[in-house]
């Protein structure tokens, strides 16, 4: 703004010294007429930040050529003025990004204690424009005892059982050694490490022995013999130990074989095939009582001759089935037959009721193959009321008119 007040007082004293200036030359010289010279540069932009926009300035001279001698000014406007917005910004408070992921943990490892660190920015958004910083602070701390650990110091375990002893046979002397770890506790956390060796040695001098040379035990009994039924012969092994005594303390072991073969020709035979034996006789007969048929089976052997030394069985099979349909029946249940007829009355006189009796048999048809029996009774008992009487005595009637003389 500045700037622009003192371009208009100079263009003012400009205008009224050529004025005065024109009029003491006006009879002496002729007149020119004002040019405009070139825009000069623009201004500064001046933004306004609640809108986002911003305008500048420039300015030009009436002096290309300066109007002289009552020539006319120029005409138009000595500035101009433009929107420069994409040179200003809307005013933008700053916003807090999340937070990041924690730091690793720092402990302290005398309390056994650790804290961890995380952050953010406050670029969501940045503050622009002379917009406010975020409020609050960029970093926050928090607890991580359960990654650190106390220092704790190493101690040892128990010993190990002794290692196989070591013999030196040139002197007939040994060592073992036995082995203990840095585990009860383990050192953690920095801490010391056991003092002491993890190992011990000691002597096993009578656990060590002397170079003993092997010698042969006696020969074992002959093994059962192996026949070539080919040829009719045979062989058969013993064996013995070098153990009498067993070669001990790098002392070299028995010469010669530990086995024996010899000849059993004796105890082979030749070879023999199977015969079948005549047929057995039949079994008792199996039968199916719904079908009313019925089988049995009869068997042979394979023994004549029985195969030996190799030769073949007997061909075909040892069981023969037959039918037996003779000797079975099919499951009958009893049925009754007509009944009877009815018995003499037996009479009781002296209440002359009387009874009489008919029989039926369960033969229409008889049970059989386990059929069953007939359901009910066999004897059905009757009243026959009217075949009897009651026992009467006889007594005399009143006694009658008498007849004419």
Do not use: I
Request: hydrophobic share 15%.
């Amino acid at each position: 703004m500045r700037s622009w007040l003192l371009w208009l007082l100079l263009l003012s004293l400009l205008f009224t010294t050529g004025n005065s200036w024109r009029r003491r030359r006006r009879r002496s010289c002729g007149a020119r007429h004002g040019g405009w010279s070139s825009w000069g540069g623009w201004s500064s932009c001046s933004c306004n930040r609640a809108t986002g926009t911003g305008t500048w300035t420039r300015y030009r001279s009436c002096n290309n050529p300066t109007p002289y001698c009552g020539g006319r000014s120029c005409s138009g406007s000595s500035s101009m003025s433009g929107s420069c917005d994409s040179k200003c910004c809307r005013t933008t408070h700053g916003g807090w990004s999340s937070w990041g992921g924690w730091s690793s943990c720092s402990c302290n490892r005398a309390t056994g204690t650790g804290t961890w660190t995380r952050y953010r920015s406050c670029n969501n958004p940045t503050p622009y424009c002379g917009g406010r910083s975020c409020s609050g602070s960029s970093s926050m701390s928090g607890s991580c005892d359960s990654q650190c650990c106390r220092t704790t110091h190493g101690g040892w375990s128990s010993w190990g059982g002794w290692s196989s002893c070591s013999c030196n046979r040139a002197t007939g002397t040994g060592t073992w050694t036995r082995y203990r770890s840095c585990n009860n506790p383990t050192p953690y956390c920095g801490g010391r490490s056991c003092s002491g060796s993890s190992s011990m040695s000691g002597s096993c001098d009578s656990q060590c022995c002397r170079t003993t040379h092997g010698g042969w035990s006696s020969w074992g009994g002959w093994s059962s013999c192996s026949c070539n039924h080919a040829t009719g012969t045979g062989t058969w092994t013993r064996t013995r130990s070098c153990n009498s005594p067993s070669p001990s303390c790098g002392g070299s072991s028995c010469s010669g074989s530990s086995s024996d073969t010899g000849r059993c020709d004796s105890q082979c035979c030749r070879t023999t095939h199977g015969g079948w034996s005549s047929w057995g006789g039949w079994s008792s007969c199996s039968c199916n009582h719904a079908t009313g048929t019925g089988t049995w089976t009869r068997t042979r052997s394979c023994n004549s001759p029985s195969p030996s030394c190799g030769g073949s069985s007997c061909s075909g099979s040892s069981s023969m089935s037959g039918s037996c349909d003779s000797q079975c029946c099919r499951t009958t249940h009893g049925g009754w037959s007509s009944w009877g007829g009815w018995s003499s009355c037996s009479c009781n006189h002296a209440t002359g009721t009387g009874t009489w009796t008919r029989t039926r048999s369960c033969n229409s048809p008889s049970p059989s193959c386990g059929g069953n029996p007939c359901p009910g009774s066999a004897t059905e008992t009757g009243q026959c009321n009217d075949q009897c009487c009651l026992t009467v005595h006889g007594g005399m009637t009143e006694w009658g008119e008498w007849n004419q003389c």
